[in-house]
C-alpha cells in the first residue's frame, strides 16, 4: 500500500527477531498461539483506509435498518431462539478481501460478516508485541476512532463486564483448552478477570446458572459467549441446559445475533463494497456463468461446506436449499510484496457496540494459496494473521 514502507519494512526484516517474536506469542500468557502469524503486518495508506471506514459505515447503517432486522428474524431456527434478545450485537466483525477495480486502485470487498466475537482480547496484546519486536512507524495504529491502547481496553471491559463483578461473569466455551482461538481466552480472561468455564461444567438450578471455583458454586450473571452453534451441534455437545431457556441471566453477545448477523445477512445486503450474493432456494434461473460464484452453507464456520467450483448439477443435487447461498466470487489483489512473491490479504474489522457500534480494531490474514486458511498456505512464508496499521 505504501511503497516505501513496504521496501524499508522488508529490507529491514531479520528471521531471528521474528523467531523471537513468535516465541514471544507462544509464552506471554498460559495458552501459546495455534495458529500461524505472518512475518508482517498490513501498512494501509489514507486512501484505502478511508474506503474501509466508508464500507463499515455503509453496512452499520444498513444492519440498523428496520427492513433488515425485520428480514433477519427469519435466520434463526425456531428451535434455537433464545428469550430476552439485545436490540443489537455487542460484537460485530466485518470480513472485506482487498482487491482492485477496473483502474487498478485497491478496494474493499466484503465477504463475510459475524455479530459474534473474535479475538478482541488479543489484537490487543498482538499489537503491544508486533511493536516490541519491529519497527512500526509511531503515526500507525491498529486502532480505530480515536482509540488507542488504554482507550481500547477500557471499552472492550465496559462491553463485557457491564456493571458486574468479574467472578460473576464468564467466558463460555466447548472445551476452551482445545479449541485454536485459546489464546484469546487467557488474553479475556488477563484484560476483564473473568473466567473461561467449558459448557458442560455449568449447572443450573431453577433460572439461574452456575459455575464451580474452587469446590464453590458461584451464579452466573452474565455470559461471554464464544460457543458456536454449528460446532455444538455437530458434536452433539451435551450440557446441562439449553440456549432456548428462559434463564436470569445476560449474554454478550446474545445467541440469536449468531444467525441474525452472518451469511444469512449477505443476500440482504447491497452496496459498491458488496458482491451480489444470492438465497439458493429464491433463483428461479441459475446466473449464466456459474465459474463466477461460490457455493456456501449458512451457518459453518472455517470454511466448512464451502464449494468453489460451481456448477449446476452440483446446484441441482443440494437438498436444503434454504440453508445455502450463491454468492460471487472476488479475486483477492496481490496487495503485500514478500521475498517469494505477493501475499493476498483479508481485513476483519472488529466493532464493539456500546450505546452505538464503535469500530475499534481489525485482523488481518494474509494467504498465497488458492484460499484462506491453513490447509492452502502449507509449507508457505509470510502468510498467516497479523494487525493492519494505519496513519
Not at 505504501?2 to 513468535?22: G, M, Q, T, V
Not at 456500546?354 to 494467504?367: C, F, G, H, M, Y
Request: charged fraction near 25%.
Amino acid at each position: 500500500m505504501i511503497p516505501e514502507l513496504r521496501k524499508k519494512y522488508n529490507h529491514s526484516f531479520n528471521p531471528k527477531a521474528y523467531d523471537a517474536f513468535i516465541n514471544d506469542l507462544k509464552t506471554f500468557t498460559y495458552y501459546p498461539i495455534d495458529f500461524r502469524v505472518s512475518e508482517t503486518p498490513l501498512f494501509l495508506d489514507s486512501d484505502l483506509t478511508n474506503k474501509f471506514l466508508e464500507a463499515s459505515d455503509n453496512l452499520i447503517n444498513q444492519l440498523n435498518d428496520k427492513n433488515f432486522k425485520r428480514k433477519s428474524e427469519n435466520a434463526i431456527p425456531p428451535s434455537l431462539k433464545a428469550p430476552n434478545e439485545d436490540p443489537h450485537p455487542q460484537f460485530l466483525c466485518l470480513d472485506f478481501a482487498i482487491t482492485q477495480d477496473e483502474s487498478g486502485n485497491f478496494t474493499p470487498k466484503l465477504i463475510e460478516l459475524q455479530g459474534f466475537p473474535s479475538l478482541f482480547s488479543y489484537q490487543y496484546f498482538l499489537d503491544k508485541i508486533v511493536r516490541r519486536h519491529f519497527d512500526i512507524p509511531q503515526n500507525f495504529s491498529s486502532f480505530f476512532n480515536g482509540l488507542d491502547g488504554e482507550k481500547y481496553t477500557h471499552l472492550l471491559r465496559k462491553v463485557i463486564l457491564a456493571d458486574k463483578d468479574p467472578k460473576n461473569v464468564i467466558l463460555l466455551e466447548i472445551n476452551p483448552p482445545l479449541q485454536k482461538t485459546r489464546v484469546d481466552f487467557a488474553c479475556t480472561e488477563e484484560l476483564t478477570g473473568i473466567k473461561t468455564v467449558n459448557l458442560s461444567d455449568v449447572v443450573r438450578n431453577g433460572k439461574k446458572l452456575f459455575y464451580k471455583n474452587n469446590d464453590k458454586e458461584i451464579p452466573v450473571e452474565r455470559i461471554y459467549n464464544r460457543v458456536i452453534y454449528d460446532e455444538l451441534q455437530r458434536k452433539n455437545f451435551k450440557f446441562n441446559f439449553s440456549f432456548s431457556d428462559d434463564l436470569d441471566v445476560e449474554w454478550v453477545g446474545h445467541p440469536n445475533w449468531f444467525f441474525k448477523i452472518s451469511k444469512y445477512s449477505l443476500p440482504l445486503l447491497k452496496g459498491k463494497y458488496v458482491p451480489h450474493c444470492y438465497f439458493l432456494n429464491t433463483l428461479d434461473k441459475y446466473p449464466d456463468d456459474l465459474s463466477r460464484f461460490v457455493l456456501k452453507p449458512l451457518f459453518s464456520f472455517a470454511g466448512l461446506g464451502v464449494e468453489v467450483n460451481v456448477t449446476k448439477n452440483k446446484l441441482d443435487k443440494v437438498i436444503d436449499r434454504s440453508n445455502y447461498i450463491l454468492q460471487e466470487k472476488v479475486e483477492y489483489a496481490p496487495v503485500i510484496e514478500t521475498p517469494d512473491g505477493y501475499a493476498r490479504v483479508e481485513v476483519r474489522l472488529m466493532l464493539l457496540w456500546d450505546k452505538e457500534p464503535i469500530l475499534a480494531t481489525n485482523l488481518v490474514r494474509t494467504s498465497k494459496g488458492k484460499m484462506m486458511g491453513v490447509d492452502f498456505n502449507k509449507n508457505k512464508t509470510w502468510v498467516g494473521s497479523n494487525l493492519a496499521y494505519h496513519p
